[in-house]
């Protein structure tokens, strides 16, 4: 078993709609929460970082942490054909390295 | 304003022959990462450094070497290739204290 199992999709959703990204994960020490941007043929870009439980909003993005259920979420309000990519879940435990785990990343297409 | 740049961004090898790719960052980063990326798999760690002259492990460390003799820059090597290593592989760089990951755009290769 995987220890950041993600759902790999593909997702497609009209312009406008609400999405919610999902990643569930084994370890409990994983401290820090992110969620990764990746377009097609580049690197992926932080779109949002959660240290332990709680929430975060930055504009349309808002991501939510449950530790006590290993589950993380990432929500888009208001979705535009610019938000279609590949999103990945990743996290980290404390440590100086701070190596991270990704999930398998979704793939999400937002349709005009 | 570079950030980190891999080279080559496309490479084909015939099984058994040898390449090293090259990770350069001018953020005076201390901490560099390569990735590999598979579909289905998501971003899997191979090797990484805390400093210049440091290395270690990661996820995935077998068939690869690597070394970091200058801190801007970071080699991945291939002694002898393996159809296995075909994937993209991402270099990533963190500075001291901060989460955000700064990843390059990909190295494609192909091992026949």
């Known amino acids: 078993q995987k220890e950041v199992e993600q759902d790999p999709g593909p997702l497609s959703v009209p312009e406008g709609a609400i999405v919610s990204l999902n990643c569930t994960y084994s370890?409990?020490?994983?401290?820090?929460f992110m969620w990764y941007r990746q377009y097609s043929r580049k690197g992926p870009e932080l779109l949002m970082y959660?240290?332990?439980?709680g929430n975060k909003e930055d504009g349309r993005f808002t991501a939510q942490v449950d530790k006590s259920s290993k589950y993380i979420s990432l929500f888009i309000r208001d979705s535009q054909p610019s938000d279609s990519a590949t999103y990945l879940c990743?996290?980290?435990?404390?440590?100086?390295?701070?190596?991270?785990?990704f999930g398998s990343g979704t793939q999400l297409t937002v349709l005009p | 304003n570079a950030g980190v740049t891999q080279t080559p961004k496309f490479r084909v090898l015939k099984t058994g022959q040898s390449m090293t790719l090259l990770c350069a960052q001018d953020?005076?980063?201390?901490?560099m990462y390569w990735y590999r990326q598979d579909p289905g798999m998501g971003l899997r760690l191979i090797h990484y450094?805390?400093?210049?002259?440091?290395?270690a492990k990661g996820e995935v460390p077998d068939g690869y070497n690597v070394s970091r003799l200058k801190k801007q820059n970071f080699l991945l090597g291939l002694e002898s290739a393996a159809p296995s290593q075909t994937s993209v592989y991402f270099c990533?760089?963190?500075?001291?204290?901060?989460?955000?990951?700064?990843f390059g755009s990909g190295t494609q290769l192909s091992v026949l």
């Open positions: 990533a760089s963190r500075g001291t204290g901060a989460e955000k990951l700064f």
């Open positions: 370890n409990s020490a994983f401290q820090y």
């Open positions: 959660t240290y332990s439980s």
């Open positions: 990743a996290m980290s435990a404390v440590g100086s390295a701070r190596q991270l785990t």
């Open positions: 953020m005076n980063h201390e901490y």
């Open positions: 450094s805390v400093g210049e002259g440091t290395t």
